[in-house]
C-alpha cells in the first residue's frame, strides 16, 4: 500500500533557486506515510504517482510567491492537451481524473521564493534562507508525525 501522502518536489538544480524544490524534498525531515519523489518538471506520467494518495504537496520555486514561500489549495484544471509534455500541479491533477475517473486527491502547493535562477549556480542565500522558512512551516505542519 503507498503512503497517504506524496510530496513531489520538482525543478533543476543546475539552474540556481530552481533547485528549491529538489532541496526541500531532500532536506525535508521524513514521516510516516510520506512519500518524497524529485523530478525536473510534472509531466503526464506522474499522475500515476498520485493513485491511491490521499493528499499531495507540489513543491516548487516561484518568482511571484511573497517571500518566504507560500502555501495553497489547487484544484483540477485546466484543459489539457495531448500535446502537453510540463504541466501545472492543477493540469497534472485533472490528467489524474482523466485516467482513473476517480477525483484528485487534496492538493496544496508549497512555492518558495527563488531570486537567482542562472545557470551554473546553486542556490542564492535568499533561496536557501526562504527554503530554511519552508522547511520550519513542515516540521511545525507534521510536528506529531516525525518518523523515527
Known sequence: MK???LVFGW?????????????????????????LLVDYQLQP???????????VLFVDASTSTPAPFEVFEVAPGPKVTFTTHHLSPGALLAVFERITGKPAPRARVLAIRGSSFDLGEGLSERGRSNLEAALAWWDAEHRDSVAH
Open 3 to 5: 503512503p497517504r501522502m
Open 11 to 35: 525543478g533543476n538544480p543546475s539552474r540556481g533557486d530552481d533547485g528549491l524544490g529538489p532541496a526541500f524534498v531532500g532536506e525535508a525531515t521524513r514521516r510516516p506515510g510520506v512519500e
Open 45 to 55: 506520467e506522474h499522475a500515476l504517482d498520485l493513485v491511491g494518495r490521499e493528499e
